[in-house]
Structure formats: C-alpha cells, structure tokens
C-alpha cells in the first residue's frame, strides 16, 4: 500500500510567524507570547484552558505559549480573548 503524505488531522500546523502580531505579557511569574487570531483559518476545536468551553472554527481568540524557547506546538494553548485578559482576576468568561 502506498504511503500517504498528506498531514493527519490530528497533527499540530506551525505557526506561520509573520502573519498575526504577537505580544509578550508576564502572568504566574512567567514570559508568554500572545498571539490574537481572528479565526477565520481555525479548522479545530479547542478548549480554552480558563472557561473549559470549546472555542469553535471562526471563532476569534488567542494562542498563548510560554516564551522560554523550549516549548513545542504541544505548549501552545488556545484561549477565548475575555478568558485570556481575566485570567488574572479568578473569574472568566466568554
């Protein structure tokens, strides 16, 4: 049977550096970069770490990583943008 090379779903995309602007920010006395998607190339769902409800394809929100150098994709987490600025204050939402 021949190979397949086409990328399986489940597999992580590189982040294409370039396009969205990105920020570093301090939380938990640790460096993150902060990345605002607007959604429109999302084709997962993910779970935002701060609500635990699903942040759905075209939905806008940010990828958050730490910025330490040592991280790969599996570092990278997906937060809705409200979730992501209340993060300090205990409480989040959608």
């Known amino acids: 049977m021949p190979r397949s090379n086409r990328r399986r779903r489940d597999e992580h995309r590189p982040l294409a550096l370039g396009r969205a602007p990105q920020t570093r920010e301090t939380w938990m006395g640790r460096a993150w970069i902060v990345r605002r998607l607007t959604g429109q190339t999302s084709e997962r769902t993910y779970t935002c770490p ?45």
């Open 50 to 94: 701060g609500c635990t409800h699903e942040i759905r394809p075209g939905t806008p929100h940010v990828v958050v990583w730490p910025d330490d150098g040592l991280g790969g994709a599996d570092d990278r987490r997906h937060w809705h943008s409200r979730c992501w600025q209340a993060r300090d204050q205990g409480r989040y939402g959608r």
